[in-house]
T-cell receptor, first 111, second 115 residues
Framework: GQSLEQPSEVTAVEGAIVQINCTYQ??????LSWYQQHDGGAPTFLSY????GLEETGRFSSFLSRSDSYGYLLLQELQMKDSASYFC????????????FGAGTRLFVKA | EAGVTQSPTHLIKTRGQQATLRCSPI?????VYWYQQALGLGLQFLLW???????NRGNFPPRFSGRQFPNYSSELNVNALELEDSALYLC??????????????FGEGSRLTVL
């Protein structure tokens, strides 16, 4: 089946840059998404990569390398409000589409 | 425009009972997905409905079931509740799976507690 690997926890200081990596299995791979979830809140979509390369959306960028089965989320100019859990999610076509989430990376932003 | 709405917000049941959770997708979305999120953990894929049909399901026992209605709203049923079913159940919607860009729109979830 599908599984995604990402670090469980990352700590960084305000104003810094942090990169959250994600590796995935290739079976039926269609695209890689990133979601942010604050405590007690719903996951919210950040970005989606179907092709190799970098997608930039404001302070957040996401990268995909299909040959390496690897992607990352880059957060720049960190703010306290960025403290949240970040999930990579693989969209796969196996017996129908489904989106499988990684276990999430807890980001702590310190002053 | 209204987002994905889920009800109830909280639900408390005892072992062996049944729980029914409901979800209304964003207007125009035909796909509804259900995920289970145990406390502090990731999202586990449960079910995907599109155009009224079950299109895919995750590795959950048959006591997890659901349906999608003609208006694309959906219902998740959990029978014979067990303690480990206590979790946040998230519903998400999107345009049909073959054309969307990967973005799922999530509701705030239904917190199920099994005592």
């Amino acid at each position: 089946g599908q599984s995604l690997e990402q670090p469980s926890e990352v700590t960084a200081v305000e104003g810094a840059i942090v990169q959250i990596n994600c590796t995935y299995q290739t079976s039926g791979f269609y695209g890689l998404s990133w979601y942010q979830q604050h405590d007690g809140g719903a996951p919210t979509f950040l970005s989606y990569n179907a092709l190799d390369g970098l997608e930039e959306t404001g302070r957040f960028s996401s990268f995909l390398s299909r040959s390496d089965s690897y992607g990352y989320l880059l957060l720049q100019e960190l703010q306290m409000k960025d403290s949240a859990s970040y999930f990579c999610a693989q969209k796969a076509l196996t017996g129908g589409f489904k989106t499988i989430f990684g276990a999430g990376t807890r980001l702590f932003v310190k002053a | 425009e209204a987002g994905v709405t889920q009800s109830p917000t909280h639900l408390i049941k005892t072992r062996g009972q049944q729980a029914t959770l409901r979800c209304s997708p964003i207007s125009g979305h035909t796909s509804v997905y259900w995920y289970q999120q145990a406390l502090g953990l990731g999202l586990q894929f449960l079910l995907w409905y599109d155009e009224g049909e079950e299109r895919n399901r995750g590795n959950f026992p048959p006591r997890f079931s659901g349906r999608q209605f003609p208006n694309y709203s959906s219902e998740l049923n959990v029978n014979a509740l067990e303690l480990e079913d206590s979790a946040l159940y998230l519903c998400a919607s999107s345009f049909t799976g073959t054309v969307n860009t990967g973005e799922l729109f999530f509701g705030e979830g239904s917190r199920l507690t099994v005592l």
